[in-house]
């Protein structure tokens, strides 16, 4: 069983920057596609960002450019470092662990992200 627990969010302006962090314990955390999502108010959850075992990452086109996600496998830690900040950035962010070989999927309580305008 894997447990994900996020920190690292707040209140910030616009333009700002955070870190997100995720620690993962239980599992094999290296074969693991580890990911960010978001939620805001009245919305559905969405994907944000993920990196794999060999250190690929991918993203959504709204973020492109202004977050990064990295992994530190000795530590089973996934981080997003969000930069240039935006409102609409404004969410519940969510650490998702995909385990490729048995295809379970994880997530994590949330961490708030609240960017004023």
């Known amino acids: 069983q894997v447990q994900l627990v996020e920190s690292g969010g707040g209140l910030v302006q616009s333009g700002g920057s955070l870190r997100l962090s995720c620690a993962s314990s239980?599992?094999?955390?290296?074969?693991?596609?580890m990911g960010w999502y978001r939620q805001a108010p009245g919305k559905q959850r969405e994907f944000v960002a993920r990196?794999?075992?060999?250190?690929?990452?991918d993203y959504t086109d709204s973020v492109q450019g202004r977050f990064t996600i990295s992994r530190d496998i000795g530590k089973n830690m996934v981080y997003l470092q969000m930069n240039s900040l935006k409102p609409e950035d404004t969410a519940l962010y969510y650490c998702?662990?995909?385990?490729?070989?048995?295809?379970?999927?994880?997530w994590g309580q949330g961490t708030q992200v609240t960017v004023s305008s």
């Open positions: 990196i794999n075992a060999g250190g690929g990452a």
């Open positions: 998702n662990a995909y385990n490729i070989r048995t295809r379970d999927t994880y």
């Open positions: 239980g599992g094999h955390f290296s074969i693991n596609v």
